[in-house]
């Protein structure tokens, strides 16, 4: 039996339907090619609801409880006053396993990487007790979105990709990333995002079961997707403000025009980090600006990636500067307009992929907005017709990432 430890450098289970989207597809085709296999899962957050939707055991891994609990320390364990039993149970589950399986964006740079604090710093010291261990690494679905800067970041980028057997990446620009402050090898592969991979499961409820819950109840209207994010960590609260305001104004204009009704569709629930990292609390602030309170409607659910996959059939189109939430709206057939952030490897690569590289704007330029949604709306048709081929092909290519893998362990 095959014994795997899998984890995420600041990803999977946190309440990111994204993530969860790669972490499912990473799981499922560990047990499409090791269907008897042991699977171990390092998170913030262990949870036996998660360990049974998913499939394995999760273990507290090295990270604090809440940002609050973060401020000013290293990993948690590492701190002089920590307690350490659940590095011993890491330890050990690493040492006992055939792989250390490590997803994510593991080179981010939003926050500072540093000794025992970050991202990069995650994925590096668990490659590290692996080295001691002798347990082979891979990195699955790693996603480099710009420039890496930081000497820190780099040094880890040159040892965690150094001495993986295997790293799997989502784009080439993400390669190029690398390539750029060489990190190169030719164990490195594209295989798109791990998202596309993804088999939906049936949920015990059904799409308007879950907005029953909420008190959600569509008209025959049609109906058009939303889910929007602020880049918490630039800008500032007025910006914020700005930008909420200036939406309800547009979204109150795309409501009369078509005749339509508004579905907030949250692709991240998380409460315990910066407080707009939960897509609720924007929504709610956009829609309560809005003059068609009767034509908007917001998901208030802690929902399963499942779950939330399976409300995108309920929309004829759908708007986000998430890029799983237009993941998956493509992946449903729904037509979708991305909105630019400043990460510039986040958008525009899958859009190429998709074969709509067009359906991008910003919200820096509302009327080139509301134009463009105008567009996607009138030409859905074609937008359906031009990505279904990409989708097909981008799931069958997300589900080599783990055959890869296993491969490179022969």
Known sequence: MKKFVITGASTYGV?????????????????????????????????????????????????????????????WGLNADDPDVHLKAIAEAIAGADLLIIGG??????FPNSFLKGVSSYGATLATLARFMGTPTALYGLNVVDDIKAATTQQHAHFMVGTAKAVTMREESGRQYLTDIGVEGEHITVLGDPAFGMEPQGCARTPLE??????????????????????YWMGDEDEYALINQTL??????????????????????????????????????????????????????????????????????????????????AMNDVPFLSIAGVLKGHMPPFLEELGVPGQIAAVADMDDLAAKITTTWETRDALIAAMQPNVAALARQAKRHIPYILGKLQ
């Open 15 to 75: 309440k990111n339907m994204g993530d969860d989207a790669m972490l499912a597809s990473m799981v499922q085709g560990l047990k499409r090619d090791a269907p008897d296999c042991q699977i171990t899962f390092l998170c913030r957050h262990p949870n036996l609801d998660y360990d049974q939707a998913f499939g394995f055991t999760s273990l507290k891994n090295m990270d604090h409880d809440s940002k609050e609990a973060a401020a000013g320390r290293i990993f």
């Open 105 to 110: 964006n593991s080179f981010m740079e939003i």
């Open 210 to 231: 879950l907005l029953a819950a909420d008190d959600i109840y569509l008209s025959d209207k049609p109906v058009i997707g939303v889910g929007f994010r602020h880049e």
């Open 248 to 329: 309800a104004e547009m979204l109150d204009d795309v409501v009369a025009r078509f005749n339509a009704q508004l579905l907030f569709i949250p692709n991240c629930t998380y409460t315990l980090a910066h407080k707009w990292q939960d897509d609720r609390l924007t929504h709610r602030e956009i829609a309560s600006k809005m003059k068609r309170q009767d034509a908007v409607f917001c998901v208030e659910q802690d929902l399963t990636v499942f779950e939330t996959f399976s409300l995108f059939p309920l929309a004829n189109m759908h708007v986000s500067n998430r890029r799983h939430s237009c993941i998956f709206a």
